[in-house]
């Protein structure tokens, strides 16, 4: 008996000193690093305009990013809870898999659907004969907002959806049968029923929006920034850490309330009642108007899903070269070149990044990330369903890393690290054990479930059957984890493989991701290189897709990963 | 009032409904009785307007429903699970299909109080629907939907949901209840005790078609099919032959009918012999329609001894109004006028 309480000691020390290691000692550091400024120097060093304009944008483009997203996610939601159509089940799942595309693959997918070189503005320069693109829809809100909804909608669709389908039909068709009309039957009874995980999907999905980095970096140019991204350049670019570390500070105030409020929603006082039919909700339409509407939220979905990707796919197999001095003329033709040079190992130019080893580092640092996340997250996991009185006071500071953006992070961790032994040693540790603690939150949520959902008789019958602690784990628990935990493995490959904001900060020239290459190739002119960005977006695609389809097919129904 | 006319219903694409027609006169309580999916619950759907029919029609007061929508028909339904809207109060719940039918607050204010006081909850005005119990909820439900004043009252299962306690108590409030409202009622069920205790008329669905239509008594007495009587829980049955008008035979041996059967000589049939109806060891008024019988089992039920009876290979039930013992050989035999050969 002493032996085991020792072991649980043990179980909940090492990812606590983990945590408060890595994640709160950079924290800590941010927030020193804007007081003791303060105290030195006064308010000097900033001016209000500074905080005010990101700040006031942020809200602003979240704000709208919310709202477009909730206008196509919301009918999107009804469709595949109440209508029953061919190619349901596909649109459906590809409609979830945008959450978890890295953001530099959406940015570089939405490149080549509206930049200057995408797909539209090719068409316009063919069909009208013209040597410019004529558009610029890039470094714009529009771009922000688009590349907003591609991504949350697929939250929406998954919570607001899943109540859908479990709002038991009676409510509606009682309403109509007591004198509602169809539009009194949803506001007076299904809307005020599906309200709470409205509002709790829509700050979720704020959240995300308010967050955003690697979208708005690469989307949004020099003009549109918003907090993250002026933390960014200002840590990285004008060297003025006091003014991110303010600016951090700002954004995690404002994280944790939203997170606070977002989790007060989690629990509707009539959402058991109201949420537990059984009943077949899906139907194929009936009526022509129901038709029109399949059809049209059909259509409208494959072009915000599919257009993307497929315009990112297509456009790195194909080469448009402009021919020197003739208008409108061009070279184009399929091409597997992009794909070649990514593993020609060429030199030259400073800003030169090598494709090739950035593939590698990615892979080393996912595998890394995946062993170190998983195995403590299962530690945390473990200590916080042990745990009795004490778990009111851990389970917040296990929690936490959730609200803090990877952008922080970032930042802490340069604050903190920069110095040996954790610049000189030979390998960067640092980038797999941030990505880590971007994964930790995610694989606890996963795990914590399944732990759980042991019964503790089960345990006790081996234990009497005599099994040592150590067998009763080996033979009871992980039998029964095992699912979770490959769940718990994909996704903090897929994580760290596709993650850009703390990378952006730590990753150097010696030691690039494949999101920090992407993001320098296809800020950089020339057609290979921006064919090279394709190339490895596209694989990185295909990567993420086939993580996340992985995770969706072993996943048990109920887990919630927000 | 209420007629439906030839409704063909198909479900997942196969039929559910094949040409389903009745009536519904006024103030008359019709029990639509039938095993869970034989698409009862559906029939009231359609008449509710909550499905539309694959074909044909439903009349009231002889003007065309089919394509009326449901919040113009007034109808009333109950559902099985009741469908309280678990967001709103006891008060509130009654109060909505008044309100949704623009009647004046003060008018809805009295209904719903009258209402209340008609089910002996005014104490539970303004308690969410969440926290009562289950016979609570029945009661509400009722209530709810009797509140707008419906032409015609339509209950999906009401006593489904509940223990046996409970329903045999709410069976005899909710027989007083649809009584005194007056009203035309449907009311679907799949328990017999239940229609036989309310139904002025009953009618029996099987396999997409009304089988049978009429009084309770009639239908206890002249079930229309073997799976009326099988469905009803009305006796033994024993695969038998017609072959002269009054004398069937079977594996027991032959049994001579009182009454000449419609069905034609040299078909199948089913010979019902009724558990009640049984002679036990006396004097049979036509020796062919005893048998000897070894006791299985018997078991004291209060007025009578419940016997299982082993005739050759064949178990049958029987009623005995003095103790057997287990074991014991003995002879049980049918009148002649207790019988009835019926189709399969």
């Known amino acids: ?562 | 009032m209420l007629r439906v006319e030839d409704i063909y219903k198909d479900y997942d694409g196969k039929p559910l409904l094949k040409g389903i027609t009745f009536e519904v006169q006024e103030g008359e309580l019709v029990c639509l009785l039938g095993s869970s999916g034989s698409g009862k619950s559906t029939m009231l759907r359609i008449i509710a307007g909550l499905e539309e029919p694959k074909s044909g029609k439903v009349y009231w007061n002889g003007e065309d429903y089919t394509q009326k929508p449901t919040h113009e028909r007034g109808f009333g339904l109950m559902f099985q699970d009741y469908a309280l809207f678990p967001h709103r109060s006891v008060a509130e719940n009654i109060a909505f299909g008044l309100r949704m039918a623009g009647r004046s607050r003060s008018e809805i204010d009295s209904l719903v109080e009258k209402a209340l006081a008609s089910i002996r909850m005014q104490d539970f005005a303004d308690r969410p629907v969440t926290e009562l119990s289950g016979g609570e909820q029945q009661r509400v439900a009722l209530a709810r939907a009797l509140a707008p004043d419906p032409h015609l009252l339509m209950l999906d299962e009401p006593l489904g949901a509940l223990d046996h306690n409970l329903r045999t108590e709410l069976l005899k409030e909710l027989r007083k209840r649809l009584h005194d409202s007056q009203k035309p009622v449907i009311y679907v069920t799949h328990d017999q005790e239940e229609a036989f205790a309310l139904a002025d008329r009953l009618l029996l669905l099987h396999e997409g078609l009304l089988v049978q239509e009429g009084s309770p008594e009639t239908v206890f007495n002249q079930p229309a099919n073997a799976w009326v009587a099988s469905f009803l829980g009305l006796g033994n049955l024993v695969p038998a032959k017609l072959v002269s008008p009054n004398l069937v035979e079977t594996d027991l041996g032959q049994f001579k009918l009182a009454t000449s059967s419609d069905i034609e000589i040299g078909s199948d049939c089913m010979l019902l012999l009724r558990p009640e109806d049984a002679i036990v060891d006396g004097k049979a008024t036509d020796s062919s329609n005893y048998l000897p019988a070894t006791v299985r089992d018997s078991v004291f039920m209060g007025e009578y001894f419940r016997l299982e009876v082993m005739v050759g290979q064949t178990l049958l039930q029987v009623h005995s109004p003095h103790p057997v013992s287990i074991g014991e050989t003995i002879s049980i035999g049918w009148s002649e006028s207790a019988l009835q050969c019926l189709p399969e």
């Open chain 1, 1 to 562: 008996m002493k032996r085991s309480r020792s072991l649980t000691w043990l179980l909940w020390l090492i990812p606590l000193v983990f945590l408060l290691y890595f994640f709160y000692q950079p924290l800590l550091a941010i927030f020193r690093q804007v007081f003791s400024e303060r105290f030195n120097q006064g308010w000097q060093f900033f001016s209000w305009d500074q905080i005010s304009r990101p700040l006031l944008f942020t809200f602003w483009q979240a704000f709208l990013s919310t709202l477009l997203t909730l206008l196509i996610g919301l009918p999107a939601a009804y469709l595949f809870s109440r209508f029953e159509f061919t190619g349901r089940k596909t649109l459906h799942t590809l409609s979830l898999l945008p959450f978890i595309l890295p953001t530099v693959v959406v940015a570089t997918a939405f490149n080549t659907l509206i930049g200057p070189r995408g797909w539209l503005n090719l068409i316009l320069m063919d069909m009208l004969n013209l040597s410019n693109p004529p558009l610029n829809l890039l470094n714009s809100l529009p771009a922000i907002l688009l590349a907003h909804v591609f991504y949350n909608t697929s939250i929406v669709i998954r919570m607001v959806g899943n109540s859908l389908t479990r709002l038991n039909p009676h409510f509606d068709e009682a309403a109509r049968v007591l004198n509602a009309k169809p539009w009194q039957a949803f506001r007076e009874v299904s809307l005020p029923l599906l309200m709470p995980t409205i509002l709790g999907a829509s700050l979720l999905v704020f959240l995300f929006d308010f967050t955003s980095f690697g979208v708005v970096l690469m989307l949004g140019g020099p003009q549109y920034a918003t907090l993250e991204v002026e933390i960014y350049t200002q840590a990285m670019n004008r060297f003025n850490l006091p003014m991110a570390g303010l600016l951090s500070v700002i954004q995690l105030v404002v994280t944790l309330l939203i997170t606070l409020a977002q989790n007060r929603l989690k629990n509707p006082r009539f959402g058991k009642a109201a949420l537990s039919s059984e009943q077949k909700t899906r139907q194929r339409p009936a009526n022509r108007r129901q038709k029109l509407f399949v059809i049209l939220m059909c259509l409208l979905l494959v072009i915000l899903f599919v257009s993307p990707i497929l315009s990112l796919v297509s456009r790195s197999l194909v080469t448009f070269e402009a021919a020197r001095g003739e208008r409108g003329e061009f070279e184009t033709g399929f091409t597997t070149r992009y794909y070649s040079e990514l593993f020609i190992n060429r030199s030259g130019s400073i800003f030169y990044a090598n494709p090739l080893a950035a593939i590698r580092n990615s892979l080393v640092y996912s595998v890394l990330t995946m062993l170190i996340a998983t195995s403590m997250g299962l530690l945390t996991a473990y200590a916080l369903s042990r745990l009795g009185s004490l778990r009111r006071w851990l389970e917040p500071i296990f929690m936490l890393p959730l609200g803090a953006s990877a952008v922080i992070l970032g930042l802490g961790f340069l604050l903190t690290f920069n110095r040996p032994p954790w610049t000189s040693g030979p390998f960067p540790i640092l980038i797999p054990i941030a990505h880590s603690l971007i994964a930790l939150p995610f694989v606890v949520r996963t795990i914590m479930p399944a732990i759980q959902g042991i019964p503790n008789s089960l345990r006790e019958a081996a234990r009497v059957m005599g099994a040592k602690p150590w067998k009763v784990i080996r033979e009871i628990d992980l039998p029964i984890l095992l699912r979770a935990l490959i769940v718990s493995l994909a996704f903090s490959f897929t994580i760290s493989l596709g993650e850009f904001g703390a990378s952006s900060f730590l990753a150097n020239a010696r030691t690039p991701t494949i999101p920090v290459t992407i993001f320098r190739y296809i800020s950089q002119p020339g057609a290979l290189n921006y064919g090279q960005a394709l190339a490895m977006s596209t694989l990185l695609l295909i990567t993420s897709a086939a993580g996340s389809l992985l995770i969706e097919k072993i996943r048990l129904p109920g887990e919630e990963l927000f």
